[in-house]
């Protein structure tokens, strides 16, 4: 069963945008196995925490927290571009800024706003609700690796990325009960992003669109 019971349908890019996403390569610095891996990420041996990597900025970062039951991986290593970590940090931040909504069961949480704006907000509130109004949540553990980056200025960056949602299911709050259907190749799920740098130094996701079923992504 996948966790997500459907696409972010509205959330479009630009033809332009969308060729430059597809085009995207990604840093040979972030293969390289002296590289640090990321906080809060996976090694692949040992789970980690869902909480993303902790900013180094001035801006008063909202707290994202999750419940035990469920968990965020991000599978990347810095690449020693001090600009693209922040970029792939705040990425993934954007991620569980949507997820912690799905956990609260409101489209008012401030990590919501904080890391997204524009489509990628109205598109993601409109997902959120969706959840509210069917009454679900999630458990489990959703992966998120094969992150690649372009910059563009100093200000703009594309980010693809897949996830793997093999291991997480939907959850109904009211009865308790989860739907643990086998997955399918609509697991896996190819993103590409959009992000803009605003004043406080944040990596705000503007723009994402999503391509369920990717091979792309699957195994």
Sequence with gaps: ???????????????????????????D????????????????DKPSPSTSPTA????????????????????????????????????????????????????????LGFYNTGKALESSITYVQRYIDDGDTWVGQTRYSNYKITLSGGSKAYVTYCSDESKSFIKNRKTGSVDRSPATANAYVLYNSVLTKNAEGVWQTTN????????????
């Design 208 to 219: 994402i669109a999503s391509n369920r079923g990717s091979k792309a992504c699957q195994p």
């Design 1 to 27: 069963m996948n966790r997500r019971p459907t696409l972010l349908a509205a959330l479009t890019l630009t033809a332009a945008a969308a060729l430059t996403l597809s085009a995207c390569g990604s840093d």
């Design 29 to 44: 610095s972030s293969k390289s196995k002296d590289n640090d891996k990321i906080a809060g990420a996976d090694t692949g």
């Design 56 to 111: 180094t900025d001035a801006a008063d970062r909202p707290k994202i927290t999750f419940p035990s039951d469920a968990k965020n991986v991000f599978e990347y290593r810095k690449t020693g571009d001090s600009v693209k970590d922040a970029v792939l940090a705040d990425s993934t931040r954007s991620v569980n800024s949507v997820d912690e909504a799905i956990f609260e069961g409101s489209t008012d949480t401030k990590a």
